[in-house]
């Protein structure tokens, strides 16, 4: 395990376990967990903090000073240009940036960027609110977009959006929408999680131990070796297969820790019946604004009961019959005086990976859709969706996916159920090989280790 695992590593740990803090501190939640954030940034970055602190100071003062409709142009622009500056900076004096701030300074800019679209898609809809010539069942839907999806956040908030700590080491991204619903959460609230947070934790350490043992055997430090290429082909071959694999127990450990940590701090959690999407929230809002009547009127009912109870408490007498009411009601079961359904939450918001995708998917745009899930989301929605040119570039990154290429899309449909069994199980193979040739680039990162 090499020193910046093992930062990661007590990073997670700290972050998983605040998590329980962070939903008792009622109001104080937003300002808890970018205290945290930043505190834990600056510990482990050191004066690199000044990176994200230059980055997040700017895009608050362009918030405050542009339009909402331009403010993702103004985002795109700066945020994307010091990252590149970033990047580079240790060509202009600067000292080296560490692991840590290198991370941080990516999700930070996600985040930034993600912010921007979502302030001006919210302007967007409630311009199109002022509309008197809308039609009823479209104006409808505009108004459980502004009233589930819009934001009107404030320069501070945006601020303590952009260190929290949750996903602020590791991922997942997820928007302001979603943080801002994980500050205003009643601390009393029960949830029912779909998965709990202890299914989610036992997924986690076989992928840790498998890292810990093979990367100790089978370490990147040696294809920079000139004894490697010495060695036969096939050797060479099984190596980078078996550094490609610890390189993903790595990744899934980290990104499996990482949803533990949204978990336990209840971030990303909603109603199942809401549908929610990964990186997005909920998309079935008419199924959710139904719910959130309901829960209304249920604390409606709730002050009802507890106003009857203190009224009668405070007009209570001597009298027998009145001290026998007040102590019934006094000593009702807790379920009736609960606010919240027996409905099912889940966490697919801040979910961020499927292994079995990962792993068995025959081609790379269907392995893709498995791999980092929320980013996949903030690309998707915030470029691929917008930007003409930017599915031009789809294209680029997906021209590794040959098998697409060699078998036409009709033939593939129609041919027989074992013969495309067996296609899928060449796909995987090239798939894996090809991804091998990928990472090996990725873990060396220097041009003269890869050539």
């Not at 009127?297 to 106003?307: E, R, T």
């Not at 792993?359 to 791999?371: D, G, L």
């Amino acid at each position: 395990m090499t020193q910046d695992d093992m930062i990661y590593t007590i990073i997670l740990i700290l972050s998983l376990v605040t998590g329980p803090l962070v939903q008792k501190c009622g109001k104080y939640r937003p300002w808890f967990a970018a205290v945290v954030g930043f505190l834990m940034f600056f510990c482990f970055a050191g004066q690199a903090v000044w990176h994200s602190l230059l980055t997040s100071s700017v895009f608050t003062l362009a918030f405050i000073l542009f339009p909402a409709r331009f403010l993702h142009y103004v985002a795109v622009a700066w945020c994307f240009g010091y990252l590149g500056f970033f990047r580079t900076c240790h060509y202009f004096g600067f000292s080296q940036v560490t692991p840590v701030a290198n991370i941080v300074q990516l999700l930070l800019t996600l985040r930034l960027i993600g912010a921007s679209f979502e302030i001006s898609d919210s302007w967007r809809i409630n311009d199109q609110l002022q509309n008197s010539d809308l039609h009823p069942q479209d104006k409808s839907k505009l108004e459980l977009l502004k009233k589930y999806k819009c934001i009107e956040p404030s320069p501070l908030m945006i601020m303590l959006y952009a260190y929290c700590y949750i996903g602020l080491f590791t991922g997942p991204y997820y928007n302001l929408k979603t943080f801002e619903d994980f500050c205003n959460r009643d601390s009393e609230t029960v949830i029912t999680a779909e998965e709990p947070l202890l299914q989610h934790l036992q997924e986690a350490p076989p992928f840790g131990v498998a890292y810990l043992i093979l990367s100790h055997f089978y370490t990147v430090d040696y294809v920079r070796t000139a004894e490697f290429y010495d060695r036969h082909f096939l050797y060479r071959f099984f190596y980078m297969m078996v550094i490609f694999f610890t390189f993903r127990m790595r990744i899934y450990f980290a990104w499996k820790m990482s949803e533990c940590v949204c978990i336990s701090a209840r971030l990303g959690a909603y109603p199942k019946l809401s549908e929610p999407e990964k990186g997005e929230g909920p998309t079935n809002l008419h199924a959710l604004d139904l719910y959130m009547e309901q829960q209304a009127a249920n604390d409606v009912k709730l002050n009802s009961v507890i106003n009857q109870s203190n009224h009668l408490h405070r007009h209570q007498t001597s009298d027998p019959v009145n001290s026998v009411i007040h102590s019934t009601l006094k000593n009702k079961p807790n379920f009736e005086m609960k606010s919240e359904t027996n409905v099912i939450y889940n966490y697919n918001t801040i979910s961020n990976l499927s292994i079995w995708g990962c792993e068995f998917a025959p081609t790379v745009r269907e392995s893709m859709k498995s791999w980092n899930c929320s980013v996949q989301f903030w690309l998707a929605n915030y470029f691929y969706r917008r930007c003409k040119a930017s599915r031009n570039i789809r294209q680029v990154i997906h021209l590794g996916d040959s098998f697409y290429f060699l078998i036409p899309y009709q033939l593939r449909n129609s041919i027989d159920a074992r013969v495309f069994c067996i296609s899928n199980l060449f796909g995987i193979f090239f798939l894996m090989n090809s991804l091998c040739f990928a990472n090996k680039s990725y873990v060396l990162l220097r041009l003269n280790s890869t050539v």
